[in-house]
């Protein structure tokens, strides 16, 4: 088998259009400000951005983490498409690229939002987690079996990284800041699916069931459409959509 | 001055912080947890394999129990482990299992029935136990007799981090986001806190706090080619250091593990290999069997890393325009197994790679991986020198990995560290030795150092840089202080890091503004990290031996007489430039397991004077208390069940060992 780690390098010269703004300095306006750099091989959004950092400008703000599309750090707005940046190779890109924060987020700096604050808001709120920890559940025993394609299914819901990407890409929630998300509906799907949470519909329907949850989505479905873990948004909110209407009706 | 005062100070936000967070917090403690980023973006998210616990649910997996994860893990370890707390942990590690699946963790479950795995490149039928169904699977890893590695797909990091981040929101435990420890508050002999530096603002707040527990994570960004996550960089080990105090157990004791994809060295899980996946070279010669006829690509990490190397020397590497490598082939997984039980490996190698490892082969090559060091513990995870400090998790050393760990007992070790220090920790606060009668002028004078530190950064017209500083450092590491090491490599790594170290005390930024500030940042923590990297390889010039992962080509023998003992390295004066080594004897004659081959890996090494005498009582004792059941005969051997917190004692009940 032959094989090659990554194709010829190109020698494209890039512009890096970003957005930028430090809403803690009073002298400073917000501003797109615009860099150049020889694309290399292989190169990703993490690779350019720490580029620039170093070689152009060293104040530039922005958030990794992993590096590798799993911790979430890095949503930003690429070519007006939110994203995760650090798996987005420019080889993709043109040779002109504007990045922005994402919005519906508090601005820290530059491509750096706290997305931190707003996911804490979003689980205070909808209280994801499980419930019945019976804290007398004996820890010496066998655990409680579960059918494993139940588990596979949750974990399908569970594997939301909580990036923000798809609440910057929804028209709700740019209009009703305290619009749950895509983020929390699919969190509300995933504890009902889950035996070991004891809340009925009637406990998400209180949480969810008006216009801040899932009655406020417009079905417009650019979350699903961004997602970067490729979560099923879209047929899940639809699902909780008639299930809570029911449970509203009832 | 501005400050915060907590009972309990948990720096860091992963899965060991947190877990020790919730424990202290169920115990009526105060709790504030400090990160640096949201908690479930810390780097314990990334962990994809799993983690390890002898459930033995499924059929491969019969027959284990703590006894067999014990020996797999004193064996991984090279003898470099403390015994005692080997046995705390794996005691608790089907206990930390069972919590998680109660806190909603979707665990992989048993499916009854037969089912096709590959097993050493074949198609094996296995066959799950009816009383098995829907309870938590297991897979196999590497340097383990059993398959005991309880997984989520291939999330399990993040299932895992998600439930108890969600648990902490639960117990309502504030989590400061963004802030910084940059400093722990001490008087010598006690710690009371940090200062903390906000990350957004600039601001800085001493934290006082009863007990103060270090839960950092790994310090892998001293290393140029490295699969852990960015903010990786070793701070938790370096405010130990800097405390003049308290003591970083064996630095040199560094993973390297077999595939970081190359060349971003992202990592591709050891559940691949685990799954039945396979190495190869540039002629796609399978050469794993040549080096390691029983264990093969499963030989635990040190053993297989050393193996890729070699195998790259002899010039069998794969060649591309950014140097050598091997190929992992998990295209004989089939395309269903590949996309249900390794998708981020998938995604990892889509957007990476631009590749389908369902068809096509991962160009792999080892990375740093791991740091078995840390801050030197006992077994309550309180510093053997600093009272009041605390750590849990990769960045401590209580020593359950000695000089290498296997791969799924770090995720369990966070959770079980977590609980056991947890309940430890509120125990501390709750006798005298917690009272808290901290005298404000530390506070301030503590606050003033950083302020000063900070400014000096900023106005003091130094004319280094910190990223090309940072930058040398790491290529140093990695050239130097990696898979294989010499004494000259590690002698000249140790000048060119002292020579870093003194230029880091010059270091001048081009921006200079207090808030949020990335220069300002990488400027600090490279001051740090140098520190940290020079224990690394000042320990390593040291041990003149070879165990687990620190392999000396000039000293290629485990030197059980000369070395079996814990390095200890501490930072005197801030004017040093070399940390000051001492060491700390393992005693033979306490081992439940006494030094012998692991099994895999090199057979050759120097016995310790007390091995024997050990060995023959051990077999004695054996004999002698064999009408008993295994717990008794351990018992006999090396009690320790009086050393766990009594909230979690008591057997652990499985299929074949039912509890009435
Ligand atoms: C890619 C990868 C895959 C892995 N896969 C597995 C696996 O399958 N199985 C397994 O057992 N192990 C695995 N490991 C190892 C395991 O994931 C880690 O060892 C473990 O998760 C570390 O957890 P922790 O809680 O100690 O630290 P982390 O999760 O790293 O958390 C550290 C925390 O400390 C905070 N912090 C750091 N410095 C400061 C400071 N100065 N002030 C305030 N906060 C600070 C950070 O913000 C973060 O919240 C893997 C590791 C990597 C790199």
Known sequence: MNQTTTEPGSTRTLRFHVLRHDPRDAASVPRTETFELEEAAGMTLFIALGEIRERLDPSLAFDFVCRAGICGSCGMVINGRPGLACRTLTRDLPTDITLAPLPAFELIADLSVDTGKWMRGMSERLETWIHEVSPDVDLGRIEAPMDPDLADRIYELDRCIECGCCVAACGTARMRKDFVGAVGLNKIARFALDPRDPRKDEDYYELVGNDEGVFGCMTLLGCHDVCPKNLPLQTQIAFLRRRMARTGVG | MKVVYTDVLVIGGGLAGLRVAIGARRRGHDVTVLSLVPPKRSHSAAAQGGMQASLGNVAKGQGDNEDVHFEDTVKGSDWGADQRVVRMFVDTAPKAVRELAAWGVPWSRVREGDRTVIINGQPVTLTERAEAHGLVAQRDFGGTKKWRTCYVSDGTGHAMLFAVGDQAIAHGVPVHERKEALALIHDGSRCYGAVVRDLVTGELVAY?????????????????????????????????????????????????????????????????????????????????????????????????????????????GAKSRFGEHLWLDITLLGRKHIEHNLREVKEICQSFLGIDPAEQWIAVRPAQHYTMGGVRTDHTGQSTTLRGLFAAGEAACWDMHGFNRLGGNSVAETVVAGMLVG??????????????????????????????????????????SADALKASMQQLMTDRVGIFRTGADLEAAVSGLQELLLRSRNIGLRHRKDGPNPELVTAYRTQKMLKVALCIA???????????????????????????????????????????????????????????????????????????RRAAEVQAL???????????????????????????????????????
């Open chain 2, 622 to 660: 054996r004999e002698r208390a064999a009408q008993g059941d295994r717990h008794s005969v351990q018992a006999a051997l090396m009690p320790y069940e009086h050393l766990l917190p009594a909230a979690f004692r008591g057997r652990n009940e499985r299929i074949d060992e039912r509890q009435a």
């Open chain 2, 423 to 464: 309940e430890f920790i509120a125990d501390f606060c709750e006798s005298p030795a917690g009272d808290l009668d901290i005298p404000t002028v530390l506070l301030r004078e503590a606050l003033r150092v950083e302020r000063d530190r900070l400014d000096s950064l900023l106005q003091g017209g130094g004319t280094e």
């Open chain 2, 538 to 612: 000042s320990g390593a010039l040291a041990r003149t031996e070879s165990r687990g992962a620190h392999f000396r080509e000039d000293y290629p023998r485990r030197d059980d007489a000369g070395w079996l003992r814990r390095t200890l390295a501490t930072w005197r004066d801030p004017a040093d430039t070399l940390p000051t080594l001492a060491y700390e004897p393992l005693d033979v004659m306490t081992m439940e397991l006494p030094p012998g081959w692991r099994g895999y890996g090199a057979r050759d090494y120097v016995d310790h004077p007390d091995t024997a």
């Open chain 2, 208 to 316: 006082a706090a009863r007990a103060t527990c270090i839960a950092t994570g790994g310090a892998g960004r001293v290393y140029r080619v490295t699969t852990n996550a960015v903010i990786c960089e070793g701070i938790g080990s370096a405010l130990a250091l800097e405390t003049g105090v308290a003591t970083l157990g064996n630095m040199e004791a560094v993973q390297f593990h077999p595939t970081g994809i190359f060349p971003a060295g992202i990592l591709v899980t050891e559940g691949c290999r685990g799954d039945g996946g396979l190495l190869r070279d540039a002629n796609g010669h399978r050469f794993m069997p040549d080096y390691e006829p029983e264990k093969k690509e499963l030989a635990s990490r040190d053993v297989v890393s050393r193996r890729m190397e070699e195998h790259i020397r002899k010039g069998h």
